[in-house]
């Protein structure tokens, strides 16, 4: 069965510096998605993408957050100049389009865990 | 607001009792209501959604839209349920756009022998 794969699955780095978390989301699949969760709280959405174009963003995705998909396969998210707060574990989704109003199932990948220090 | 309450963090069970994991939601939209599931050092996985109405691993879950829940049931637990549950509601967008999915803060489902 077809799986969204995410690397590297542990990040370090130190504050200030970028990071670039990569994902191979489901290979027909069209809407991308990047979800964070901090230690002990909840998974919460970042952003979703569809047609090379962000479709919507938390609060959360300030300007240090960029998203990108730089071929067919990949699905990045970039952060500028990391922060202490940053350190969590990020998630990657995709869902198939199946042309309806409703969102499909998203399937997530394992996780990439960063760490700023 | 849209948001997902699960109202305990650990939940613990001896093999055999029946479960019941607590998600209620707050949305004014019509909702599109999940459970995924995490076991230990995986990733999230869907273990079912409202709409589909049916029982995987002998869960089932029935959204309740007059008090706005979605719990989901087991009867008889199996130790190999332990993991971390998390209730989760979709906000579908119009055609061409994802909807994003707001989580509970989960649920640890201890199972003992």
């Known amino acids: 069965e077809p799986e969204v794969t995410q690397t590297p699955s542990h990040q370090v780095t130190q504050m200030g510096q970028e990071v670039i978390l990569r994902c191979v989301p489901i290979s027909n699949h069209l809407y991308f998605y990047w979800y964070r969760q901090i230690l002990g709280q909840k998974v919460e959405f970042l952003v979703s993408?569809?047609?090379?174009?962000?479709?919507?963003k938390s609060e959360i995705f300030d300007d240090q957050f960029s998203v990108e998909r730089p071929d067919g396969s990949n699905f990045t998210l970039k952060i500028r100049s990391t922060k202490l707060e940053d350190s969590a574990m990020y998630f990657c989704?995709?869902?198939?389009?199946?042309?309806?109003?409703?969102?499909?199932?998203?399937?997530f990948g394992p996780g990439t865990r960063l760490t700023v220090l | 607001a849209q948001r997902v309450t699960q109202p305990e963090k650990l939940l613990s069970v001896f093999k055999g009792a029946p479960v019941e994991l607590k998600c209620n939601y707050s949305y004014s939209g019509s909702p599109e209501l999940f459970w995924y599931v995490q076991y230990s050092r995986q990733r999230l996985q869907l273990l079912l959604r409202h709409i589909s109405r049916e029982s995987i691993k002998g869960f089932t879950a029935d959204l309740n839209k007059g008090e706005t829940s979605f719990h989901l049931k087991k009867p008889f637990a199996q130790e190999e349920d332990s993991a971390m549950y998390y209730c989760?509601?979709?906000?579908?967008?119009?055609?061409?756009?994802?909807?994003?999915?707001?989580f509970g803060q989960g649920t640890e489902l201890s199972v003992k022998p």
């Open positions: 989704a995709s869902s198939e389009a199946r042309g309806l109003a409703r969102g499909d199932t998203q399937y």
């Open positions: 993408f569809y047609n090379n174009e962000i479709s919507e």
């Open positions: 989760a509601l979709s906000l579908y967008m119009i055609y061409n756009q994802g909807g994003k999915l707001i």
